[in-house]
């Protein structure tokens, strides 16, 4: 390898990330070798929460693969690992966790190796529910370099999260699934394509065409470096568009105002041929159904936005993996004389928060003869598995989930500005509309990172003074408060258009 490892004893050896990265982007591979400090590789919060995640599955793993030997962080560097790695085999362990192997400057930490006769099972484990390709090619290259640094494989497992498992009985939380074929099929790509890598680390930085494996599996962390700024309107900007314009950038056509007339936006629909129309003529678009989809919206209103934990290893009675439980919500509630009174409820602590925030959430809703959501699946999802949990109020939480109505789908598919710029999430719409948000000047001021610090203050407070704590609620409170404000204001604004 060119580089060294700075600070590591012993060569450079390329991680299983910076491979597979390798096979999607030499350009940036390149960057990651070249300059391992910048910016673009100090992770985010979300991507710190990420790894976390991925440490406790894994942990969880292991407990399901008893009597193995620990490859752990009193190990240092490559070579240390691997002779450690060689040890454990000779030793005649049942399992070794955190495997490490090394061959011709690549190295690959296996999250379990079990014995098997005179070879060794490669178990990859992830903190997904299904397997997904880039899960396979995963395991595969580990199982290629593995044999290459002389590991007899004898199959190959990638162990993952069971979307069937429900707290308190986890005895089946993980689903191992044989990928062996799958696996050896790609082994001859990860030859040619370790030749190719290693010359082209060698040289000047490569260029590379920006396109779809700058966003799948993953967005990439030099995306910014690649990608221009992006006229008004380009063609990425068309309603559920996500792949399909890179075909049309390449057909050269870079904003919207290059297609011809007759051009369809498959996949969009009518919402894309309407955002297409609004662009062209360049004013906002209402269609004539805007009053009868609104007949459904009748008081008294109620107005309701949930907040939600979403943990890998479910914690509370009945969860599955990967469950968004909610845990925070706002009402605004129609007091019959032209105002709203606010409610809201925030849990404490880890604790099973559902049977008290039911009792709440029910208070507030009382009397309201329609409650008004953005995305209804999210929040009736929320309430019908709340039902099931909280027997004693199941029939008032049917009822209650029985009389939401949906905003989304009325703005959708009646209404289309401009400044949508191909997105109908609250937050794209109430901008263009109302001319301001109530998000503005808020700390917490999207989901992401209302549902990291929700995960912080409940599960992970023991880090955090009571003055922190109280601000991250207050925090929390108003945001979700600020999300159920934008909705009484849109549903005025939609009323305001269909007049």
Known sequence: MPVPDAGAPGPRHLTKHEFLTGLRCHRALWWMVHEPACQELVPDRAAQARMQTGREVGAAARERVPGGALIGPAFQGVEARAEATR????????????????????????????????????????????????????????????????????????????????????????????????????????????????????????????????IDPEDCAFKARCWPPFPEHHVSTVYRARTAWFKWAAAGYNTIHDFPADFVATGGGVPAARQLRAVRENRMIVEDGLAAALAAFRGPLAFLDFETVQPAIPLWDGCVPWEQVPVQFSCHVEDGAGGYRHYEWLAEGPLDCRPVLAERLLEACAGAAAVIT?????????????????????????????????????????????????????????????????????????????????????????GMVAQERAMVREQLLAYCKADTWEMVQLLARMRALAE
């Open 87 to 214: 040890l454990a085999m000779e030793n005649g362990v049942p399992a070794i966790y955190e495997a490490t192997v090394a061959a011709g400057g690549l190295a690959v930490s296996a999250d379990i190796l079990v014995r098997e006769g005179d070879g060794w099972v490669l178990v990859e484990v992830k903190s997904a529910s299904k397997v997904k390709p880039d899960h396979v090619a995963d395991a595969a290259y580990q199982a290629w370099l593995a044999r290459r640094a002389g590991v007899s494989v004898t199959g190959v497992e990638l162990m993952h999260l069971n979307s069937e498992c429900r707290f308190p009985a986890l005895d089946d939380l993980f689903v191992r699934d044989d990928v062996t074929p799958a696996a050896a099929d790609q082994a001859a790509a990860f030859e040619r394509a370790a030749e190719a890598i290693f010359t082209m680390l060698d040289g000047e930085s490569p260029a590379k065409e920006i396109g779809k494996h700058c």
């Open 374 to 462: 953005y995305n209804m699946a999210f929040e009736k999802g929320c309430i019908e598995r709340m039902a099931e949990v909280v027997p004693g109020r199941r029939a008032d939480l049917l009822d209650l989930a029985a009389r939401l109505v949906d905003l989304l789908p009325v703005v959708r598919d009646h209404v289309y500005h401009p400044g949508f710029r191909g997105g109908f999430g609250l937050k794209k719409v109430t901008g263009p509309l109302l001319g301001t948000r109530a998000h503005e000047d808020l700390e917490i001021a999207e989901g992401m990172t209302a549902s990291l610090e929700l995960t912080r203050l409940l599960f992970h407070e023991h």
